[in-house]
């Protein structure tokens, strides 16, 4: 029994050193990410890494499964051989400093998506091929995450508990007082217990269902999730969850008037417009990038020009933190309210009818462009899915000189082609276009490299250069004969980093002053999806004025219908920013849960209860939980977020996103 106990205690420090491992990656996630965290004080801090242990507990429990059996199972001096020792050690320093090395890379990344990844990030990589040209890449700029990881696997290596033969020794030597029969009836019953307790740690406790992403927001606010958890959790516990299921809050009649998605604009008596329309989706511009959108001198000269003659969105939000989400939210009206992004969901083949196929149906000639790689995310399939009549891409441009050696043509030699390619087209005709030099690893053209500053982070002379590129091609554009007939739609497809890694005075650089409040604003759950936006109609009088109602990338498809006067039924999750008897609302899916912001207000919702309301103007850094205080802006914000999960729900898992004419 001595033995048997020794063997358990051994377990236990193992375990603990698994543990430590886990709070070391949280302690870098947080370190590395503390821009978004820097609002944190120490005691929640603290109480964000004692909520972690959890769900790192059910991770080393799952994946250490075969290494505790080894210690339960009674096997008798099996266990002291050198070869099973050696064994347990490699076990032991190989899974752990996987899960470790998820982790901590994992940090890297939510810097650019702002969210732990989940399995869909496996799909994304095996979807395309970039990963292999942007990894040498990686390692060259996070080279140290290499070292953190060989210095923490060497000092495991050194600090692993190990099992002592002669403390093994000694405690056969003493002799047992207890009868023979107890020992074996005490093992068992002990090895039992254990295993018990290892599936309840797996589970994550002993609640009527097993741990999930939800669960942390029982312990913070949804904004500090990412702290909770780890990345293999979020990971392991989205595996295979590509279904969803079917949400019943109301009757179908009720959900549809709680929020119409089937819109019917009344322009019978009015001529259809013909107008082109052109869609530049700018990568990774954050709306804090924008100077005129928070009244400072941002990082985007040319964009502010614009919106002097412009109607600018002020309070715009993208629908997801990734491109894949942006596009078919953009152009089918759907955003992404699950883990998958829908264009590699096993809904893909779902049955849309999308702006594309309406516009297709008015007779333009529909394109989409992007200067990445051809295969890129999978662009150019979706874009044949959606439509489009043609693809234009890296091989298409056909001239590699003006390729950045990572993801494919520099923005401002391919947005000139984009403009010469638009006035070779037949109008009238719908023109997506998406720029991609605004992205990591944040490269200029040779050309470029001494006139576009840094400034307080690496993407700032990036998103110059983007800003650049609009200027010429505009200027360009703007001598064409099809540029007064047209209407643009400048928006981003998600915001990027925040301005600076963590506040420290009000003081951004040198030229620009960015509030305390707004730069709250920008990291709270709200704030991390707001995004530019504006509608650009040379001569056109009606986008002069700004918008400032809540806005999202969803609402784009039933704007540009209703302003080019068609009037037959479709199916869209957004609604025209013309009519103003419809909700003004924006949605994401937040970290497993589901958030609706309108006007001042952000709500969140777990898929049964509200779980938090925060005044986005009065209370930024989202501290001042509301959900007891203002419980009729909470019930109108949570009856909306149903009514949009259960049509999005039962028309997703039965194909039903198609209107009868």
Avoid at 169 to 189: A, F, G, H, N
Avoid at 205 to 223: E, N, R, T
Wanted: aromatic fraction near 16%.
């Amino acid at each position: 029994m001595r033995i048997y106990n020794y063997k358990i205690i051994l377990l236990i420090k193992r375990l603990l050193l698994a543990m430590a491992l886990f709070t070391i990656a949280r302690l870098f996630f947080f370190i590395y990410n503390i821009g978004l965290y820097s609002d944190i004080e120490f005691p929640d801090l603290i109480w964000i890494f004692i909520s972690g242990l959890r769900f790192d507990l059910s991770v080393i429990c799952y994946f250490n499964l075969l290494f505790i059996l080894f210690h339960v199972v009674p096997i008798g001096k099996l266990f002291e051989t050198k070869g099973i020792r050696l064994f347990l050690k490699i076990y032991f320093i190989v899974i752990n400093g996987m899960l470790l090395f998820v982790n901590l890379s994992d940090s890297i990344y939510f810097h650019f998506v702002q969210k732990r990844s989940t399995a869909d990030i496996y799909k994304l990589i095996f979807v395309s091929s970039d990963i292999f040209t942007l990894l040498p890449g990686f390692a060259r700029d996070y080279w140290f995450i290499g070292i953190i990881l060989l210095i923490i696997v060497v000092l495991t290596w050194i600090i692993y508990p190990k099992i002592s033969l002669k403390k093994i020794r000694e405690l056969r030597l003493v002799k047992y007082e207890k009868k023979k029969i107890v020992r074996p009836v005490y093992v068992y019953s002990l090895m039992i217990v254990l295993i018990g307790l290892t599936v309840i740690g797996a589970r994550g406790g002993l609640q009527f269902k097993p741990l999930s992403i939800i669960d942390a927001s029982k312990h913070v606010k949804a904004s500090h999730m990412p702290l909770v958890l780890n990345t293999v959790f979020t990971c392991m516990t989205t595996y295979n969850q590509e279904y969803l299921g079917e949400l019943k809050y109301f009757s179908d009649d009720q959900a549809g008037s709680l929020y119409p998605v089937i819109h019917k604009f009344e322009n019978d008596n009015r001529e259809f417009l013909n107008k082109n329309i052109v869609v530049l989706l700018l990568e990774s511009f954050s709306k804090e990038y924008v100077g005129s959108l928070n009244n400072y001198n941002g990082f985007t000269p040319f964009l502010d020009s614009l919106s002097k003659h412009s109607m600018v969105i002020r309070n715009a939000y993208s629908n997801g933190l990734r491109s894949i989400d942006a596009i078919p939210a953009i152009v089918t009206g759907i955003p992404s309210l699950m883990d998958d992004p829908f264009i590699t969901s096993v809904y893909n083949t779902n049955k849309v009818r999308s702006l594309v196929d309406i516009l297709n149906e008015k007779g333009y000639y529909t394109s989409f462009f992007h200067g990445g790689t051809n295969g890129t995310m999978n662009f150019d399939g979706f874009a044949g899915y959606a439509g489009f009549t043609d693809y234009y891409g890296r091989t298409e441009y056909n001239n590699d000189n003006d390729y950045d050696g990572h993801w494919g043509i520099f923005d401002e030699p391919f947005l000139q082609y984009f403009a010469q390619k638009l006035n070779s087209f037949p109008e009238p005709f719908f023109a997506f276009e998406f720029t991609l030099s605004s992205h990591y690893p944040y490269r200029l053209p040779d050309e470029h490299i001494d006139n576009f500053p840094e400034g307080t982070m690496k993407i700032h002379k990036v998103v110059r250069y983007t800003d650049y590129a609009l200027k010429q091609f505009f200027k360009t554009a703007s001598t064409m004969p099809w540029y007064n007939n047209t209407l643009f739609i400048i928006l981003a497809d998600h915001p990027a980093q925040s301005v600076i890694p963590s506040i420290k005075n009000d003081i951004v650089d040198d030229k620009n002053n960015l509030s305390k409040s707004l730069l709250s604003y920008y990291k709270n759950t709200s704030g991390r999806y707001a995004i530019p936006m504006m509608f650009f109609s040379p001569g056109d009088t009606l986008f002069k004025s700004d918008y400032f109602e809540t806005t999202q990338q969803t609402d784009l498809f039933p704007t540009i219908l209703e302003y080019l006067n068609y009037n037959e039924p479709f199916l869209a999750y957004g609604n025209s920013l013309f009519d103003k008897n419809r909700n003004r609302i924006a949605v994401q899916f937040v970290n497993g849960l589901y958030q609706i912001t309108s006007g001042e207000y952000s709500l969140i919702f777990d898929g049964r209860q509200s779980v938090s309301l925060f005044n986005n103007t009065s209370d930024p850094g989202h501290k001042q939980n509301l959900i007891s205080r203002n419980s009729v802006v909470a019930d109108s914000l949570e009856n909306t977020m149903k009514a949009i999960l259960q049509q999005y729900t039962t028309r997703m898992v039965n194909n039903d996103m198609l209107i009868s004419q």
